[in-house]
């Protein structure tokens, strides 16, 4: 067995992203065997994960590694006693260093940290609070980066993460014996974990060590929880499930640099978010996922936070092209998609249930496919759309049913990478948009140059979408429909008294008539009708109704698209164009945004 190459494994035992995690800190461990002499690749194999090392690890650098921690100890206050100990060892606090670097962090003090961080980012006026999130202004220090991670260990976890972190640092005495098994376990697949085990209880029967299994902790595990688990239908403990600590310890340490773990806004329950990696360079994920974590420091609700994990992440990853457009490495950036290199995150939901966690959902969300800069131009729009998207999904609110319905459709045009929920998203928010507006509220609208980016780009059939956009006629008709509703809406909501009778529901009718060519274009027809007579009639009138009348040409060949393309596409195009905004027309109200959070609130009230 050669323990000293350029490809390791980790197998995919249970198929949730407790694999993922595994891949990460094994990734985090051969960064660090290197230490700058070599890159480290995190490739997606199917039923295993890959990591090549360029050049090969070599035996030198196992000897000369000097100890590294992978995950800081947390230290807490006991309940009882008042003293600070790290729970779940038998270490005391002066046998380690002291806090504040990279092996121990002081619960309290963190806690602390956060809550006068906060204080004072609260009493900032509105432009200030975005200069912090900008970095132009500072302040008091910051939230520690891993914060979340911190308050999803402690109470549940904290034990079982102390126990795994202790068993690494007992062995730093003989570290380079320790590394090899952690080599010895991943250097072939299938894992050789029965020998890695073996090994390490040969070296803890040497020490004079004691050797047992460790927990496994749910939040890194989440199909692993307490309970009853045996293979025979009789009587067992509700005890909780065991194996190799040195898996688990890869785990723990991939946790802080493979995902992300949120609590919910207004409550205690929580999201977690591992990264799907299909082919990854572990220097610039490393890049990637801080600025993905700050983008990600707000707490949101449960669907919206699933679209923004995804939106942001890509915009995270758009950042890092916009960066290399110079270098050597633009060419081989702009020949993929982000979705090629991550091709998503799966997510788990845990339930609050006091000192423990129960998980309820596990799932996955695809980053969208239709982000894939060809070129520095492409790289431009593509960051423009994903604001505008951050944008327009930010602005719902979840705990209202309607809005609730809109952010499922978009978050299934994400998981599916389809334009059909995507399209039943603009028509029910063609509705949200007029009533909206209607009781005073401000509404982001998409823009059309923006949808005809993600139309342009995506899978399903860019030649279909470019053919029906760029037609005149269609863009002809779209604007009628824009001139009928949300133009005119806008004016009435900023006082002005509209020329024209305001179309209210004609996205929806519209939209109930698509699958059926004929009755879709009856309606149509009938609607342009009513268009071009009010036009005239205004004009009768000697009163300017401020919009173009539809031509018999523009209705010809919206006509020929439906024969070409079918009702139900050109219909889903004309609502999602119709209720958009043109760039040239001014958003009314509209604040210009990044698509950063507001608030970056990591910690609420309702949270201690």
């Known amino acids: 067995m050669n323990l000293f190459q350029s490809t390791y494994f980790v197998d995919k035992i249970s198929n949730t992203f407790a694999d993922n995690l595994a891949a990460f800190g094994l990734a985090f461990v051969l960064n660090a065997i290197a230490d700058g002499r070599a890159k480290i690749h995190l490739q997606d194999q199917g039923s295993v994960f890959s990591l090549t090392c360029e050049p090969a690890i070599e035996p030198v650098w196992i000897e000369q590694r000097s100890f590294f921690a992978g995950a800081p100890f947390l230290v807490t206050v006991d309940n009882r006693t008042q003293q600070k100990m790290i729970k779940g060892t038998s270490l005391a606090l002066s046998d380690l260093p002291e806090h504040g670097g990279n092996t121990v962090v002081d619960y309290e003090v963190e806690r602390r940290n956060n809550e006068a961080f906060f204080a004072w980012y609260k009493a900032l006026p509105r432009d200030d609070r975005r200069k912090v999130m900008r970095g132009e202004l500072q302040g008091a220090p910051p939230p520690h980066q891993y914060w979340d991670v911190f308050r999803a260990v402690n109470p ?90 040195l898996l688990e310890w890869l785990k723990v340490v991939g946790f802080f640099s493979g995902g992300i773990t949120r609590n919910l806004a207004n409550s205690k329950d929580r999201k977690t978010y591992i990264l799907m990696p299909v082919n990854l360079e572990w220097g610039k994920h490393l890049k990637v996922m801080k600025d993905f974590r700050r983008a990600m420091s707000r707490s949101e609700t449960a669907i919206k936070m699933d679209i923004l994990a995804a939106l942001r992440y890509t915009q995270a990853f758009l950042m890092h092209y916009e960066g290399a457009k110079g270098e050597d490495l633009a060419a081989e950036l702009f020949s993929q998609s982000p979705a090629d290199l991550v091709s998503g995150m799966q997510m788990a939901f845990y339930k609050n249930l006091g000192n423990a966690i129960a998980t309820m959902n596990i799932a996955a969300i695809n980053l969208p496919r239709w982000v894939a800069p060809g070129s520095a131009i492409e790289l431009a729009q593509l960051q423009e759309a994903l604001i505008e998207h951050v944008s327009v999904v930010s602005g719902l609110d979840e705990r209202r049913g309607d809005q609730y319905v809109l952010l499922n459709h978009y978050r299934d045009f994400l998981s599916a990478n389809d334009l059909g929920p995507f399209f039943e998203f603009t028509t029910a928010y063609s509705g949200l948009i007029i009533s909206q507006r209607e009781r005073g509220n401000y509404v982001r609208q998409f823009t059309t140059n923006q949808l005809e980016v993600l139309f342009m780009n995506n899978d399903d059939n860019p030649q279909t979408f470019s053919q029906i956009v760029q037609d005149a006629g269609f863009r002809n008709v779209a604007y009628a429909i824009r001139h009928s509703t949300v133009v005119p809406q806008s004016r009435k909501g900023h006082g002005d008294r509209p020329a024209v009778e305001i179309r209210y529901g004609l996205g929806q009718q519209l939209a109930r008539k698509a699958a059926y060519p004929a009755d879709f274009l009856a309606e149509l027809n009938e609607f342009l009708q009513l268009y071009n007579a009010e036009n005239a009639q205004l004009r009768e009138k000697s009163r300017n109704p401020f919009r173009k009348d539809v031509t018999t040409a523009d209705i010809e060949a919206v006509t020929l698209l439906v024969d070409r393309f079918g009702s139900k596409v050109v219909c889903n195009m004309l609502v999602a164009y119709g209720y958009a905004r043109e760039p040239k027309e001014p958003s009314q109200g509209e604040i210009s945004t990044t698509g950063e959070p507001e608030v970056p609130e990591t910690l609420t009230e309702e949270d201690e």
């Open 156 to 245: 549940a976890m904290l034990q079982s993460y102390n126990a795994l972190l202790a068993e690494w640092w007992r062995a730093r005495s003989d570290f380079a014996h320790l590394l090899k098994i952690l080599l010895q376990m991943a250097c072939q697949t299938p894992n050789d974990l029965a020998g890695a085990e073996q090994a390490w209880a040969q070296l803890c029967k040497g020490r004079g060590w004691k050797c047992q299994p460790a927990t496994a902790i749910q939040l890194l595990n989440p199909t692993q929880g307490k309970g009853i688990n045996s293979p025979k239908a009789v009587w067992s403990a509700p005890n909780n499930l065991k194996g190799f600590w």
